[in-house]
């Protein structure tokens, strides 16, 4: 089945700066990769995703890459803000139908003052 | 519209108790989805369903039954639980992807999550 392996675990920046989180997938079939952020103790919200015909799409300060050769997707977010500071999760489609997901780990990103 | 609701929020079990969580939305979805998050793993899929009267195993399916009798509602069964189970459970729904290209997905909404303790 799918695997999703997400780095790093934890990332810290400052602000302004930018961050990077970088996500591998094991199963050549899956089409679909979202980005998940999850402040502390509220639920997931999807800021982002890509379709496998794409390889970079940006939506403001946020852009996502996907190379399906390498089997590997990152997130890109420049100009961090202090808001910015929560969990990121990467996922990636399983299987056939029901659009089911595989997460990542997730990175605890810090924006730093 | 409320979205996606759950309850309860927290909840302590003593090891062999059973208990049910509900998961409600009202956004007409046709699929839901039960997920667990644990330190470190993100978060797996434990069951999930298609539409009304219909449910599945996902990653993590041992130890939990599901059942969803109304589209709009989906139970998330422990008939004993065990100090493994303890987590945040996440329900989710979304759109089906009929009607759609291939390869478009719509997007999860999750719910708020519960907090479950088994001791």
């Known amino acids: 089945g799918e695997n999703v392996e997400q780095h790093p675990s934890t990332l810290s920046v400052q602000e302004g700066d930018s961050a990077v989180i970088k996500c591998t997938y094991s199963?050549?079939?899956?089409?679909?990769f979202p980005w998940y952020k999850q402040e502390l103790g509220k639920r997931p919200q999807l800021i982002i995703d890509?379709?496998?015909?794409?390889g970079e799409k940006k939506d403001q300060r946020i852009a996502v890459t996907l190379n399906k050769t390498a089997k590997h997707f990152s997130l890109h977010i420049t100009e961090t803000q202090p808001e910015d500071s929560a969990v990121y999760f990467c996922?990636?489609?399983?299987?056939?139908?029901?659009?089911?997901?595989?997460f990542g780990q997730g990175t605890r990103l810090t924006i730093n003052p | 519209n409320a979205g996606v609701t759950q309850t309860p929020k927290f909840r302590v079990l003593k090891t062999g108790q059973s208990m049910t969580l509900l998961c409600a939305q009202d956004?007409?979805?046709?699929?839901m989805y039960w997920y667990r998050q644990d330190p470190g793993m993100g978060l797996r899929l434990i069951h999930y369903?298609?539409?009304?009267?219909?449910?599945a195993k996902g990653e993590v399916p041992d130890g939990y039954n599901v059942s969803r009798l109304k589209k709009q509602n989906f139970l998330l069964g422990l008939e004993s639980a065990a100090p493994s189970q303890t987590s945040v459970y996440f329900c989710?729904?979304?759109?089906?992807?009929?009607?759609?290209?291939?390869?478009?997905?719509?997007?999860?909404?999750f719910g708020p999550g519960t907090r479950l303790t088994v001791l």
């Open positions: 989710a729904s979304s759109l089906s992807e009929a009607l759609q290209p291939v390869g478009v997905y719509n997007e999860q909404f």
């Open positions: 199963d050549s079939a899956s089409n679909y």
């Open positions: 890509i379709r496998s015909n794409v």
């Open positions: 996922a990636a489609s399983m299987g056939q139908g029901a659009q089911k997901l595989v």
């Open positions: 956004m007409n979805h046709e699929y």
């Open positions: 369903s298609v539409g009304e009267g219909t449910t």
